[in-house]
Nanobody
């Protein structure tokens, strides 16, 4: 059974920081692709960051480069997104997503497994 749970969302003022975590459980295999996408009200899903462990490939959306960092703890099968210098336009539901199959990290919003999401609100 596959299970992803996000934590760490909340409300901050512009310029602040948050750390999102994703705890992933799988009883048979480890994910080889994990990442984050977000969706703001009335907007399309947007891939934020992802790691393709097999290819040692990392993706960061242009909109978050220099502000967000993605990291993975393979031993614990957890994923972290450190978000700094947050802007009001970062306000969205953030979802952890994962795949057992090789992936294009830039297409993280299409990964087959995803968590229920955690809300991030950035006020100006």
């Amino acid at each position: 059974q596959v299970h992803l749970v996000e934590s760490g969302g909340g409300s901050v003022q512009a310029g602040g920081s948050l750390r999102l975590s994703c705890a992933a459980t799988t009883y048979t295999r480890r994910y080889i692709c994990m990442g984050w996408f977000r969706q703001a009200p009335g907007k399309e899903r947007e891939g934020v960051a992802a790691i393709y462990t097999g290819a040692r490939s990392t993706y960061l959306a242009d909109s978050v480069k220099g502000r967000f960092t993605i990291s993975q703890d393979n031993a614990e099968n957890t994923l972290t997104l450190d978000m700094n210098s947050l802007k009001p336009e970062d306000t969205a539901m953030y979802y952890c997503a994962a795949s057992f199959a090789p992936c294009n990290p830039a297409r993280v919003s299409e990964f087959i497994y995803r968590g229920p999401g955690t809300r991030v609100t950035v006020s100006s």
